[in-house]
Nanobody, 121 residues
Framework: QVQLVESGGGLVQPGGSLRLSCAAS????????MAWYRQAPGKQRELVAR???????NYADSVKGRFTISRDNAKKTVYLQMNTLKPEDTAVYYC???????????????WGRGTQVTVSS
């Protein structure tokens, strides 16, 4: 069974930094795109950043220059370094990945349970 588990969320003051991690586990054959989404109260889930298997990256305009996505394929982990955090970054952050398991041999999108990020003084 494939799982994505996020970690690294918490409470931080405006201007501060946090680093999120998301590790994939289970019977995995390959991982394609990996991404971070977020959902603030009363709002739709939105894409924050995406990184392909070939390290092509795109960011939401609202986080460009402040957030950095990266991945370690050997560890099956994606990271989100968040700097200069603002109160409007407050949300539940979800990891998403297109994963091919050894049982299905086709790519399926998986989601983590989310980690809360709160930016407040």
């Amino acid at each position: 069974q494939v799982q994505l588990v996020e970690s690294g969320g918490g409470l931080v003051q405006p201007g501060g930094s946090l680093r999120l991690s998301c590790a994939a586990s289970g019977s995995i054959f390959d991982i394609n795109d990996m991404a971070w989404y977020r959902q603030a109260p009363g709002k739709q889930r939105e894409l924050v950043a995406r990184i392909t298997h070939g390290d092509n990256i795109n960011y939401a305009d609202s986080v460009k220059g402040r957030f950095t996505i990266s991945r370690d394929n050997a560890k099956k982990t994606v990271y989100l370094q968040m700097n200069t955090l603002k109160p409007e970054d407050t949300a539940v952050y979800y990891c998403n990945a297109d994963i091919m398991s050894r049982s299905s041999f086709r790519f399926v999108g998986y989601w983590g349970r989310g980690t809360q990020v709160t930016v407040s003084s």
